[in-house]
Structures are given as structure tokens and as C-alpha cells.
């Protein structure tokens, strides 16, 4: 699927940071929305059958994103992004941490940078994830492999009807 | 016993000596110099580590010396590459999630 867009994605364990980009068949203004708006956000951020679920969002310089990944079992991990700087259509960056259900931060955390640019109709988004600390960086990659193991086992066939069907 | 290679990680001091040994294969004596801990701590860590096969031990004259199995940290590559499927995964949700707005 989607095999002619650039997909990049490397780990730097010594430096603790991961790189991403991607592209994707969109706008650029399409894109952005799809990063900065609750709604849209919820819909495509948890890998199935993981679901996310934002409690609340105030996408603005300071403002945080409140949300949680709820497993099939519906058990919620909660996570706080923290936006600290946004320049719109082109950047923004995010604190992330995990957190309890009353939005006690769980330190440390993680620096996200995100990039967005549009060449020949396609936009290209760049995500650099910088962990303050290796052990978070572990937990981070060891959480997101139950995710991804779990999606692995998922019927992609099912994701896309119940996907266009929205 | 047959360990896990995932329990040698846990333990922020095995993290610790398995990039000591990275650099230069050493003796569990110099190992324990790097740390605040008993040496008898260093050494179970070490067993530990043996039991995962991420280590191995070679004998240099009346010395033990300790170096890492690179081939097992391979396996440590290809557990990543999980972490990469959940990225692919999400941006194919997403790649549907703009196809559906853009209609």
C-alpha cells in the first residue's frame, strides 16, 4: 500500500533519537489539519485496534493535547503533549510525556520536531523524537511494539472498510 | 538457562556494561571499577548477560575477558524494526483518513 511514497525511518540509540518522514498523496493544508485537529487526529494516531481517545486539545503555544491510547481490553495509557512552539503550515514541536489519568506527568520525556514542506503535490512530514533519557526511549519503543504487534495481527481488510465507511 | 534477550536490557547497570564492552572486551574486574556496586553485583549481571548469550567470555592467559556477541544484538535490531511497523501502520491510517477528506 502506498508503496511510492517515501517512508524513512532510523534509530540513533546513541544519540536517543529516532527520525521519521514520510510522504503523503495530500495537501499540505490537508496534512496539517490531519496533525493539529482533535477529530481528524483520533481518528488515524492509534495503530488498530488501539483506539485514541483526546480528552481535550488547545493547539497553541503552550496549550496541551490530553489524550489516551485505550487497548481493545480498554485499558487507557494516558500521554500529554505539550505544544511549545508552532509556525502554522510549516513546524511545530511538541513535550511529550506519559502521564496518569489526572494528568500527572510521568517524567522524563521526549522532544518531538515536526517538519511539514509539499513538492509535486505531495507533502512531506519529518518527525525527529528526542528522549531525554534511554530508558524512556526503550519503554517508548517497547510500548509501541505491543501496539504494532497487535496491529500486525489485525485484518487490514477490515481497517479499510470501516475507514471509508466514516 | 535460556533467557530472554529483552530481561538483559532491563537493568539500567547491564545497559551500562553492555556499552562499556562494546568499546574493548574487559575483565570483570575492570568492569566493576566503572561502577558503585559490589563486585559480586557485577559479576551476576554478567552471568545474566552470559545466560543471554549477549556476552561472551574468553580466556587470555589467567584472565577472563568479557566481549559483546554482536550477532545478538541484531536480534535487538529486528525488535526495532516492530517499532517501525507501528509508524507504517498509523501512516496507512492516515493516508486513508486524507483520502476520505479530500473526497
Redesign the interface.
Known amino acids: 500500500?502506498?508503496n511510492d511514497?517515501l517512508?524513512d525511518?532510523t534509530?540513533d540509540k546513541e544519540n536517543k533519537t529516532v527520525y521519521?518522514h514520510?510522504e503523503?498523496?495530500?495537501d499540505l493544508s490537508?496534512?496539517w489539519?490531519?496533525y493539529t485537529k482533535p477529530e481528524?487526529l483520533d481518528?488515524?494516531?492509534?495503530?488498530?485496534p488501539f483506539l485514541s481517545k483526546t480528552k481535550y486539545m488547545n493547539f497553541e503555544e503552550g496549550g496541551r493535547r490530553f489524550f489516551a491510547m485505550v487497548s481493545p481490553e480498554g485499558v487507557e495509557r494516558w500521554m500529554v503533549q505539550t505544544y511549545s512552539s508552532i509556525d502554522p503550515k510549516n513546524h511545530f514541536k511538541t513535550y511529550n510525556t506519559f502521564s496518569d489519568k489526572d494528568e500527572n506527568l510521568e517524567l522524563p520525556g521526549s522532544d518531538w520536531n515536526y517538519h511539514f514542506s509539499e513538492e509535486n503535490g505531495k507533502t512531506k512530514v519529518s518527525i525527529t523524537i528526542y528522549n531525554e533519557s534511554?530508558?524512556r526511549m526503550?519503554k517508548q519503543?517497547e510500548f509501541?511494539?505491543k501496539?504494532?504487534?497487535t496491529?500486525?495481527l489485525e485484518n487490514l481488510q477490515e481497517?479499510?472498510a470501516s475507514?471509508?465507511q466514516? | 538457562m535460556r533467557r530472554d534477550i529483552f530481561q538483559a536490557?532491563a537493568d539500567?547497570t547491564r545497559?551500562a556494561i553492555i556499552t562499556l564492552i562494546a568499546m574493548q572486551s574487559m575483565t570483570p574486574n575492570a568492569i566493576a571499577d566503572n561502577f558503585h556496586t559490589t563486585r559480586q553485583a557485577v559479576s551476576k549481571h554478567l552471568k545474566i548477560l552470559t545466560e543471554c548469550q549477549l556476552v561472551k567470555q574468553e580466556q587470555q592467559g589467567r584472565e577472563i575477558y568479557y566481549s559483546l556477541e554482536i550477532e545478538k544484538m541484531k536480534e535487538m535490531d529486528n525488535?526495532?524494526a516492530?517499532?517501525?511497523?507501528?509508524?507504517?501502520?498509523?501512516?496507512?491510517?492516515?493516508?486513508?483518513?486524507?483520502?476520505?477528506?479530500?473526497k
Request: net charge positive; glycine share 4%; no cysteine.
Open positions: 500500500m502506498n511514497l517512508f525511518f534509530v521519521i514520510r503523503f498523496a495530500a490537508l496534512v489539519d490531519a481528524i481518528l488515524w494516531w492509534a495503530p488498530k534511554r530508558e526503550e519503543i509501541g511494539f501496539e504494532g504487534m496491529a500486525i481497517l479499510l475507514l471509508s466514516k | 536490557i539500567p545497559r525488535w526495532l516492530q517499532f517501525r511497523k507501528i509508524w507504517e501502520t498509523r501512516f496507512n491510517q492516515l493516508d486513508n483518513v486524507l483520502s476520505t477528506l479530500k
